[in-house]
């Protein structure tokens, strides 16, 4: 119910705007994302916040092109994933998203190595937009409310979900074409 309200009132003030039409649809997203999901509307924003906090300090902390690094926001837990050029840097970068206020957990995917090629990173595109598509096409699996991410073949899945939707979702990614291995890191709300 909070979510409908958040929402209306959301409507309201996009309404009121003028000239802006990349701040209606902008706006519009975002309140249709939050009212699929499972988060309230306050963690789902607040998730945002986090991801922008964690993209401005890592860019800031290291701004060489020879790391690639991102990080992923839901429920308030933080999934890093990509490439270092060393383990201080790996650290860093989860000392530096621990440091960010409203985080619970980090979940630290990072590898120390050379930076993906152009190739992989299509790769894992792919991978995501297909496992997200069958996730959706999935009656025993609620698609819109898990997020996915793909790094080297790796697909990483987060979500509030109930074990049997863990499972069926596991299910589905394990079997998706190019998946090498799926990292779950799902909260069971059952």
């Given at each position: 119910m909070n979510k409908l309200i958040y929402?209306?009132?959301?409507?309201?003030?996009?309404?009121?705007?003028?000239?802006?039409?990349a701040v209606v649809v902008g706006g519009a997203a975002v309140g249709t994302s939050a009212a699929l999901d499972r988060r309230t509307t306050g963690v789902?924003?607040?998730?945002?916040?986090?991801?922008?906090h964690a993209l401005n300090r890592l860019s800031n902390a290291?701004?060489?092109?020879a790391n690639n690094i991102s990080a992923t926001s839901f429920n308030r837990q933080v999934l890093l994933t990509g490439q270092v050029q060393d383990e201080a840097t790996r650290s860093g970068a989860v000392k530096l998203m621990k440091?960010?206020?409203?985080?619970?957990?980090?979940?630290?995917?990072?590898?120390?190595?050379?930076?993906?090629?152009?190739s992989t990173k299509?790769?894992?595109?792919?991978i995501t937009s297909n496992v997200k598509t069958r996730m959706l096409g999935d009656d025993r699996v609620p698609g819109s409310k898990i997020k996915v991410v793909t790094e080297a073949g790796v697909v990483y899945l987060m979500g509030l979900v109930t074990q049997t939707e863990a499972q069926?979702?596991?299910?589905?990614?394990?079997?998706?074409?190019?998946?090498?291995?799926?990292v779950t890191l799902f909260e069971i709300i059952d």
């Open positions: 929402l209306a009132l959301a409507g309201v003030m996009v309404s009121q705007l003028h000239g802006c039409a789902y924003v607040g998730d945002q916040e986090i991801e922008l290291y701004p060489q092109k440091e960010i206020p409203d985080v619970r957990t980090v979940f630290d995917e990072l590898s120390v190595g050379q930076v993906s090629s152009f299509a790769s894992d595109t792919t069926a979702a596991t299910a589905v990614a394990s079997s998706s074409t190019g998946v090498a291995k799926v």
